[in-house]
């Protein structure tokens, strides 16, 4: 079988990626800087369910490390590269933005020069719905200008998804960026509001609800993210001249084999109903203490999922209440029912 090389392996969406691509019977070369940003704890505790598995090497070190990444890459040879480390947290962008420049600029930009010494048949990137910044035509569409980020975090994204565009055109690397929408389930990550509400219910503390609970999020359950990423990885886009029958509202690059993907659940609800959610599965009511607006923060995200269903015939559709069970379950498994799971 062939070798797939993830980034950000022992993130939340690389965990449960390599263990799907493990299960199907690839090969996974991981890598991951394991950054102090969450829990390193929970990061180790993932790499080791995939680490069981004799398929499964990772690299530890940064995507700064363009040397380090070059080898990596290099030595493992892969026929895919998906690129999901990235330092990731709106909030937090506020805070240290050099960070994000650092790690999703100069980062990704190591990472598309060492793809390109290895040319895979397909490199596969992740972007994300803060791309669509202030834009308020809803549902959001790939093909609709994304030109006015709130956030550093986002604009760097949105740099990537950029950059990548002249790599794939340079150098002809087929590429597919994917922006996720608010995701959510097992083995999650401690700095986003999911697991923030679990902490605080099982603590007995009152959770902040931003905006007033006035925010929509469309809530993508990991394994439909997964299931999206693995059907996409399939396709990549065809160069210029060998192109099929246009798809309604592909982003297909006129210039290069490049395309931009949204992966969302496509059914966006209130903060509020969420909350509802979590408490039905926990069987205890949360305290909510509404506070103003964010700075940066969106009031809503909403996935047209017509492009993504277009290239594979699959739709995210976990339903909000099956998709909060299985995360509440696995929290409560993982450090059972004492107020932890942040740092
Ligand atoms: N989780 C979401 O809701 C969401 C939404 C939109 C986009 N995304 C994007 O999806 C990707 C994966 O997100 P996630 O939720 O799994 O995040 P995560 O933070 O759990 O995983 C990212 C991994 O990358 C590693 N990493 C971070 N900076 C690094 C660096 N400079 N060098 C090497 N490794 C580094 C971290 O150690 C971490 O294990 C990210 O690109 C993120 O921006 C996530």
Request: with cysteine; hydrophobic share 45%; charged share 15%.
């Amino acid at each position: 079988m062939a070798t797939v090389f993830v980034t950000g392996s022992a993130g939340f969406i690389g965990f449960h990626l390599c263990r799907a691509l493990l299960a199907e019977g690839f090969r996974v070369a991981g890598y991951d800087g394991m950054t102090p940003y969450y829990d390193v704890g929970l990061k180790r505790a993932r790499c080791a369910i995939l680490s069981a598995n004799p398929a499964f090497t990772q690299t530890e070190a940064m995507l700064e490390d363009a040397a380090a990444l070059g080898a990596a890459v290099r030595a493992a040879a892969p026929r895919v590269i998906v690129h999901l480390a990235a330092q990731a947290g709106v909030r937090h962008s506020l805070e240290a933005p050099r960070a994000f420049v650092e790690a999703n600029v100069t980062g990704s930009f190591n990472l598309l020069e060492a793809a390109r010494t290895v040319a895979p048949a397909h490199l596969l990137i992740a972007s994300t719905s803060s791309a669509y910044g202030a834009s308020d035509r809803m549902p959001f569409r790939e093909i609709d200008p994304a030109e006015h980020p709130l956030t550093v975090y986002a604009a760097t994204k949105r740099a990537v998804e950029l950059l990548s565009h002249a790599w794939a055109h340079l150098h002809g690397l087929p590429t597919t960026l994917f922006r996720f929408f608010t995701v959510y389930g097992s083995w999650g990550r401690p700095d986003m509001a999911p697991m923030k509400f679990l902490r605080a219910a099982l603590a007995g503390e009152p959770i902040s609800v931003h905006n007033h609970g006035r925010m929509r999020r469309d809530f993508t359950h990991v394994s439909d993210i997964v299931s999206a990423i693995r059907l996409l990885i399939d396709r990549p886009p065809p160069p210029p001249g060998h192109r099929p029958a246009p798809v309604p509202g592909d982003t297909l690059s006129p210039v290069a084999p490049w395309r931009l993907v949204n992966i969302g659940n496509g059914s966006p609800v209130e903060l509020g109903a969420f909350i509802d959610q979590l408490e039905a599965a926990l069987g205890r009511p949360i305290a909510r203490r509404m506070v103003a607006m964010q700075p940066g923060e969106m009031t809503a995200t909403w996935a047209d999922t017509g492009l993504l269903r277009a290239l594979t015939g699959f739709t995210p559709a976990t339903p909000l209440a099956e998709g909060v069970a299985e995360l509440v379950a696995w929290y409560r498994d993982h450090y059972g029912d004492a107020p932890r799971g942040s740092s």
